[in-house]
């Protein structure tokens, strides 16, 4: 596979895993009774879609191979699994919001330092280097910051609950 197919895929799979993710915060924001619970959910569900849509721009603007023969699933990993297992939970009825939130705990710390800043970053610099290398990776450092604020949030979440 090319660089420039490495590139397409990779962005591709970050943005259904931010949407996958967005999801999980929306349809937990709808659930919960506490609306400041609520309020804290939806943010990080409008973050998530908001850095989807990043990637997406960085997608159409890069101009990259557009690759569909690699499940995104495989390429992120474990991440990916537990994100489809909040889904099912929350498909399936009654849910333990503690238990949600200390998986996206997970998923917030992983893919913030995983997949942008160690993986992203090299394949970006590799395929348009120069100064457009570090514009772009300029955007994609406060993607990590804000990943970073989303595992803070989620911990906050799992305190004030547990507080309650």
């Not at 937990?28 to 989807?52: F, I, N, Q």
């Not at 990259?64 to 489809?84: N, P």
């Not at 300029?138 to 989303?150: A, G, M, P």
Request: glycine letters at 10%.
């Amino acid at each position: 596979m090319s660089l420039s197919g490495v590139l397409g895929l990779s962005l591709r799979c970050c943005k259904e895993f931010e949407e996958l993710t967005g999801r999980v915060y929306e349809e937990l924001s709808v659930r919960v009774g506490d609306p400041y619970t609520a309020l804290v959910l939806k943010w990080l569900s409008l973050e998530s879609y908001g850095h989807a849509k990043l990637m997406e721009s960085l997608y159409n603007t890069l101009r990259v191979d557009v690759v569909f023969e690699r499940s995104c699933r495989d390429l992120i990993g474990r991440a990916w699994e537990v994100v489809e297992g909040l889904l099912n939970k929350l498909s399936g009825g009654d849910v333990d919001l503690t238990d949600l939130l200390g998986g996206l705990e997970f998923v917030e710390g992983f893919i913030g330092e995983e997949t942008y800043s160690k993986y992203l970053y090299s394949l970006i610099k590799d395929s348009v280097g120069g100064l457009t290398s570090t514009l772009i990776t300029e955007v994609l450092s406060e993607v990590v910051e804000e990943e970073r604020y989303h595992e803070r949030l989620v911990k906050g979440l799992i305190k004030y609950l547990s507080s309650r």
